[in-house]
């Protein structure tokens, strides 16, 4: 007996460890950033992308492989490389996101922001690809390491009950925007990414004043969506937000990431990108 003990001891020892969640939503991404440098954008969207999968446009939300198949066939290979900066994943494994620089071939440059959903067959696919024209992030396309989200020490009792609570921060947040951008400030994690408006991407609490400082405002936002891992630690919305330039109404669309920590839901990456005026 004691020597079957060692045996299978062993064997556990010698057994490879499995890919923690977040490691796999960091392969992911460079995967699906990889392909994209060998085939076109439209071809690697498609196949990346899931079943329900989302495209925020200014007036309409779209499936994902609605709006990738209106893309041109046009050859995009190596037109668009991005890589991750920061990542995160949910504890139960099934929901995860990443963010970082991106680059265009004709000299563009952004942030985006990428959620990713675990599928029934075990593979990564996004759920919403969105980003910030004109911001950059402080990383480059070399850097030897992704900054990591901390796990939650808090999660919700159930996926539901993370739900609503988090349809219930987020409601509360854009409620707020009518009266300025101190309702997410209040609700950013200490280590929270902040971006959008062509602004460098901020870092933490201090920099993202200034991040916010430079939004429109006042704002009349509203939720349209979103999602909670089922372990109710890790959630994402996404929405709408309208303000006035002049004589012409504006419009952006909202990402936010969620976790939720020892005093509620915070939001880890918000970002707020300005569709061009009409």
Known sequence: MHRSILFFAALLIAAPAAA????????????????????????TFTRFAAEDGIALRP????????????????????????????????????????TGPY??????HGTYLTVWQRQADGEWRWLIDHGAPGSRTPAAF??????????????ANTEADGMLE??????HVDSSLAHGWAAIAEMLSDDARVMGMEADTAIGRTAAAGALAA??????????????????DLGWTYGYADWREG??????????????QGDGWRIVVDNFAPFPPR
Request: charged share 20%.
């Open 20 to 43: 923690a969640p977040v490691e796999e939503v960091i392969a992911a991404e460079r995967a699906f950033a990889a392909d994209s440098q060998s085939e076109s954008l439209k071809t």
């Open 59 to 98: 007036f309409a939300i779209l499936g994902a492989h609605e709006f990738i198949a209106s893309w041109p066939d046009a050859d995009s290979a190596g037109s668009l490389q991005w890589e991750p900066a920061f990542a995160g994943a949910a504890l139960s494994g099934d929901l995860g996101f990443t």
């Open 103 to 108: 680059e265009t071939a004709d000299g563009g």
């Open 142 to 155: 070399d850097a030897p390491e992704v900054a990591l989200l901390g796990p939650s020490a808090n999660p």
């Open 166 to 171: 988090l349809m219930a921060a987020d409601t």
């Open 215 to 232: 939004r429109p405002e006042p704002v009349a936002a509203h939720y349209e969506g979103g999602g909670v891992s089922a372990a109710g």
């Open 247 to 260: 004589e012409e109404t504006r419009r952006a669309a909202y990402l936010r990431i969620w976790q939720r």
